[in-house]
């Protein structure tokens, strides 16, 4: 659930620079940090994304997880 709601939220900020991009304000100052604190922001969800699918992953995939009685 967290990994699918990172990634859906990681896409919101990348469509706002497109946005940016798409009005003309990326050569403006504020448009050129508005789009590096968007795409910062997507940064960091998709890394956050990354992280968990690794960790849904090895957990899964470990060969020693499992009990024996």
């Known amino acids: 659930m967290m990994l ?4 859906l ?5 990348l ?3 497109g946005r940016i991009v ?6 403006t100052v504020d448009g050129l ?4 604190i ?3 922001l997507s940064g960091v969800l ?3 994304a990354f992280l968990e699918a690794r960790r849904q992953f ?7 997880t499992q009990k024996s009685n």
């Open 58 to 64: 090895a957990v899964k995939n470990a060969p020693g």
């Open 38 to 40: 968007l795409i910062t």
């Open 15 to 17: 469509a706002g620079v």
């Open 4 to 7: 699918v709601l990172s990634i």
């Open 33 to 36: 940090f508005m789009s590096i």
């Open 9 to 13: 939220l990681g896409l919101v900020p």
């Open 22 to 27: 798409m009005n003309g304000m990326i050569t």
């Open 46 to 48: 998709f890394l956050n």
